[in-house]
Nanobody, 127 residues
Framework: QVQLVESGGGLVQAGGSLRLSCAAS????????MGWFRQAPGKEREFVAA????????YYADSVKGRFTISRDNAKNTVYLQMNSLKPEDTAAYYC????????????????????WGQGTQVTVSS
């Protein structure tokens, strides 16, 4: 069965960096667009970033553009989220997700469209 397993979360001070990893199994990894979402307690799930199957296109939420970088290594079936210049408002549970390629890239920003989800990893940014 399909499994997505996140790692790399933790506690970091404002201005610091973390790199999240998501290891996938049970699917043809390169055929899926991979995304990162986050959710803070009491708030709606929020799109963070996505990357197409070959890594040729990336998409970011305005709130993280210029600070976060999404990448993937298809040989390792792994997608990454490099997070720099972290802010307290970045505090959330971060989830990776997989979606079949769509003709309209706007679908990649919608969590309800994704086919598979990981369990999440907590990121806490202190001030």
């Amino acid at each position: 069965q399909v499994q997505l397993v996140e790692s790399g979360g933790g506690l970091v001070q404002a201005g610091g960096s973390l790199r999240l990893s998501c290891a996938a199994s049970g699917l043809t990894f390169s055929r899926y667009v991979m995304g990162w979402f986050r959710q803070a307690p009491g708030k709606e799930r929020e799109f963070v970033a996505a990357i197409t199957g070959s890594g040729g296109n990336t998409y970011y939420a305005d709130s993280v553009k210029g600070r976060f970088t999404i990448s993937r290594d298809n040989a390792k079936n792994t997608v990454y989220l490099q997070m720099n210049s972290l802010k307290p408002e970045d505090t959330a549970a971060y989830y990776c997700a997989a979606i079949r390629r769509k003709s309209d890239s706007n679908y990649y920003r919608r969590g309800d469209e994704y086919d598979y989800w990981g369990q999440g990893t907590q990121v806490t940014v202190s001030s």
